[in-house]
């Protein structure tokens, strides 16, 4: 089945460690996405890229980077200067950028220990 | 900068009780509003996507309506499975990201 792989389902992050998200597509989508969802509240783009070895930064990018050397992958890394970790992480892929019928991962909660 | 509202937060209804949930959107150039459907520690699940007001969709016991201002995702006689958040988001003219709204959660009483 096609479809988009999220992995771990939960991660535990202790202070000062940067920790990795992974993101796999078979979906051959060209544009990839990562969101953070904090409750109470909408989801928040913080990278997405439209093709390969390019991506830009979301509306809350700051203590996050991301690579994307492949078209089926996308991981997201989450620095130690991202000082308020603790949120439910969610990659989604897209046909093209600006085609924003979103496929989402089942998503990877982080919490700090 | 574009806005989505969602309202109510939250509606509990009795199975077989049809009702409305809300998005309120300010965009520049609407170039499509999208619902989504999430169940909880998982991600969205696309359901809609509306271009022009007007425009109606269907699926199942959801339909979405899209006025200049405003759509409705109306749910007709829902059963438990409907339970779920439902998320607004609109894709405007000015950019290539969707702005989500905080959703509404749904719960259906057997």
């Known amino acids: 089945d096609g479809g988009i792989t999220q992995s771990p389902k939960y991660l535990f992050r202790k202070e000062g460690q940067n920790v990795t998200l992974s993101c796999e597509q078979n979906?051959?989508?060209?544009?990839m996405y990562w969101y953070r969802q904090d409750p109470g509240q909408g989801l928040r783009l913080i990278y997405y890229?439209?093709?390969?070895?390019?991506?830009q930064k979301g509306d809350i990018a700051e203590g996050y980077s991301v690579s994307r050397e492949k078209k089926e992958s996308f991981p997201l890394t989450v620095t130690s200067a991202q000082k308020n970790p603790t949120a439910f992480y969610l990659c989604?892929?897209?046909?093209?950028?600006?085609?924003?019928?979103?496929?989402f991962g089942s998503g990877t909660q982080l919490s700090v220990l | 900068e574009d806005q989505v509202t969602q309202s109510p937060e939250a509606l509990r209804l009795q199975e077989g009780e049809s009702s409305s949930l809300n998005c309120s959107y300010t965009?520049?150039?609407?170039?499509?509003l999208f619902w989504y459907r999430q169940d909880p520690g998982k991600g969205p699940e696309f359901l809609f996507t509306?271009?022009?007001a007007g425009e109606e969709k269907e699926k199942e016991r959801l339909k979405a309506t899209l006025t200049k201002k405003e759509s409705f995702l109306h749910i007709t006689a829902p059963k438990p499975e409907d339970s779920a958040t439902y998320l607004c988001?609109?894709?405007?003219?000015?950019?290539?990201?969707?702005?989500f709204g905080k959703g509404t959660l749904l719960t259906v009483n057997p």
């Open positions: 989604a892929s897209s046909i093209y950028g600006g085609n924003e019928k979103l496929f």
């Open positions: 979906l051959n989508h060209d544009a």
């Open positions: 890229s439209q093709i390969v070895n390019d991506f």
């Open positions: 965009v520049s150039g609407l170039r499509g």
């Open positions: 509306l271009y022009s």
């Open positions: 988001a609109v894709l405007g003219g000015s950019n290539y990201k969707l702005t």
